[in-house]
């Protein structure tokens, strides 16, 4: 080699000094990658775990939401089954005068007693509805309202007034607590 080839002291310096700097940086960036591989999978395990119990508790939640719908339509099914059962109740006594209506009706020959023993069956009975939440509609006079009526036929207006209103009431209509179970069936006045 000749002289100008050769390096000086300070150029080998800077080499020996570049070599010395570079190897511990490559040891400690495995050092450090070894840390954070083992920091890495500590944390994997973490989150394996977590996940495994939100399935846990995923299926546990699902488990039971299906328990509750079951057992909530069971309930409705027998509630159903059942619903009528207090009306039915409070309505035994009616049919028990009905029965000794006939009876009577049978074994005497006169039709006052038993005209006046059907009045009071049917005070009776409208009064146990009444309590229960039944409530007829008023309709002859009233303003037809095909919300609430249900026109059967038209018959000219037996004066000024009565046109558009019910003249006459075929079939009475029916609330219930505020609910209309049954429209009136009418007759309106054209």
Known sequence: MSKKEQPTTEETKEQV??????????????????????????????????????????IRQ?????????????????????????????????????????????SDDTIEPVSEGMKMIYNRLKTTLGQKGLKAMETTGETFDPELHEALTEIPAPSEEMKGKIIDTIEKGYYLNDKIIRYARVVVGK
């Open 17 to 58: 000094t570049i070599k010395v700097e570079k190897k511990p940086k490559k040891k400690r960036a495995l050092r450090g990658n070894a840390k954070k591989v083992a920091e890495l999978e500590e944390l994997k395990t973490e989150l394996e775990q977590e996940v495994g119990e939100l399935k846990d508790k995923f």
């Open 62 to 106: 699902t488990a039971e939401f299906d328990n509750y719908k079951k057992r909530t339509a069971r309930e409705r099914v027998d509630l159903f089954k059942n619903a009528a059962q207090e009306t039915i109740g409070s309505l035994l006594p009616v049919l028990d005068d009905f029965d000794r209506a006939i009876q009577a009706g049978e």
